[in-house]
């Protein structure tokens, strides 16, 4: 399947503050449903194992749009008893007034307005810099940018939770969005999402050519999901 390059999801455009809202919501729930979330987690999980427990896990979160994995990070942590920080980074400001609004209750998180390509933050700041269904936002320029970005930021690891290429990931994709009576926008933004997504050879070459040639690629067929992690 051909990458949808060019392609622009109405997410990406101007959208209504109940249209962003409700999009973002089905968002986090599919997220949440069908094991996103989940994926995602169980590389911070491992990130931890290699940071002392007498300092906070420092998560940044590229592209977090209303927080929900923030938050996901933050009950982790506590069943845990492990002191986390996690900084939510999103250049739209409508979104990042969501997730202030969202997170307000979880002190440990803190929502900033920034670019993936131009992350407002210092050299090796994180323990792990997290990155879910936003590169396929991105032409590969662009991605190369926000890579080297979320490794210049990184102490630790950099990961990449996207959606896969496939048809099947399509059809699972275009069924959750109808079946589930997502709102408009998130009927139209699924679907094209998925046809923008990257391939696994084309997500490691993205890293290559970021500075993160030591890359691996993991496939979750059955939840419509590639992430890419380095070590």
Do not use: Q
Request: proline share 6%; with cysteine.
């Amino acid at each position: 399947m051909r990458r949808a390059a060019g392609a622009r999801e109405l997410l990406d455009g101007p959208v209504g503050p109940e249209d962003r809202a409700a999009t973002l919501a089905d968002v986090e729930r599919l997220d949440a449903w069908f094991g996103g979330h989940a994926v995602s987690l169980a590389c911070v999980s491992r990130a931890a194992r290699g940071v002392p427990p007498d300092r906070p896990l420092v998560v940044v979160d590229v592209g977090g749009g209303a927080g929900g994995f923030a938050r996901c990070v933050t009950r982790w942590a506590r069943r845990r008893r492990r002191a986390v920080r996690v900084l939510v980074v999103d250049r739209d400001e409508a979104t990042t007034a969501l997730a202030r609004r969202a997170c307000a209750a979880d002190h440990e998180i803190r929502v900033v307005r920034g670019d993936a390509t131009a992350l407002p933050l210092g050299v090796g700041s994180a323990d792990i810099v997290h990155a879910a269904l936003t590169l396929h936002h991105l032409e590969p320029e662009a991605a190369v940018a926000a890579l080297a970005e979320m490794a210049r930021v990184a102490r630790g690891r950099v990961v990449v939770n996207d959606l896969a290429r496939t048809p099947l990931a399509l059809a699972l994709v275009w069924l959750a969005t109808r079946l589930l009576l997502l709102h408009p926008v998130s009927r139209h933004d699924g679907p094209l999402s998925v046809r923008r997504a990257y391939a696994p050879s084309e997500l490691a070459e993205l890293f290559r050519k970021a500075g993160l040639p030591g890359v691996s690629v993991r496939r979750y067929p059955a939840l419509a999901r590639v992430v890419a992690e380095t070590a």
